[in-house]
């Protein structure tokens, strides 16, 4: 199994709600990542879970909230969102290694949010 | 710190035509760089990566991908394109070493391909 799943596919939350996108791998992989991007924009880097202990946090607004309850799952939780936080929000995964390591990141199709 | 520059947000060519999307990067140190596609609505897919070793890179559905280290580029080749290659492509940079590096990749603005028939 190759393949990295996210739910649900598509998201509209108003500004109050509170709401969690779901990430899923089988592929043994120990490292998590969380990228949100805007249309016509490369990926922006969220997240990153290493063993499944937070190793990256790029400034992210604390309405945000990641969870990696285990190896295998990657959640984020989402609270008092603007509607400029409306966007896909992709998923990947990849092995753990040495700093010189490669370590290919392996995408899930997204979740197409949109905020009201 | 690290870069990636994608000459030219949009590339048009013919069914046939050879595709060359241009990507030049700037790293401190010897960088990993990969190419992903991205088709509408979907993640991201691997084309191709280089690492070490040989510097002309073959990937999937038919691309390759030539590291040039004195030029500081990794511009990304199709011989003959088809329509099923329209897409948007990204290059990305990864440094080899540096922990506070770790597991980050670094993105180009993107190429948006267009293939006519």
């Known amino acids: 199994d190759t393949e990295v799943t996210q739910t649900p596919k598509h998201l509209v939350m108003g500004m109050t709600n509170k709401k969690s996108l779901k990430c899923e791998q089988h592929?043994?992989?120990?490292?998590m990542y969380w990228y949100k991007q805007k249309a016509k924009k490369p990926p922006e880097l969220m997240f990153v879970?290493?063993?499944?202990?937070?190793?990256i946090n790029e400034s992210v607004p604390s309405r945000f909230s990641p969870e990696c309850p285990n190896s295998s799952l990657l959640n984020l939780h989402l609270h008092a969102l603007q509607p400029e936080d409306s966007a896909l929000y992709l998923c990947?995964?990849?092995?753990?290694?040495?700093?010189?390591?490669?370590?290919?990141?392996?995408f899930g199709p997204g979740t197409r949010l949109t905020v009201l | 710190a690290q870069s990636v520059t994608q000459l030219g947000s949009h590339v048009s060519v013919s069914e046939g035509a050879l595709v060359l999307l241009r990507c030049n990067y700037s790293s401190s140190v010897p960088p990993y760089l990969f190419w992903y596609v991205q088709y509408p609505n979907q993640g991201l897919q691997l084309l191709l990566k280089?690492?070490?070793?040989?510097?002309l890179v073959k990937g999937i559905n038919g691309f390759e991908a030539e590291f040039k280290k004195s030029e500081t580029s990794f511009h990304l080749t199709k011989p003959s394109a088809h329509m099923s290659d329209a897409a948007e492509y990204f290059c990305a940079v990864r440094l080899s070493a540096g922990g506070t590096s770790y597991g980050k990749l670094t993105f180009g603005q993107g190429t948006i391909l267009t293939v006519h028939p």
């Open positions: 990947a995964s990849s092995r753990v290694g040495t700093s010189s390591s490669y370590n290919e990141q392996f």
């Open positions: 879970y290493s063993y499944e202990k937070l190793s």
């Open positions: 592929m043994g992989h120990r490292a």
């Open positions: 280089y690492t070490t070793g040989a510097t």
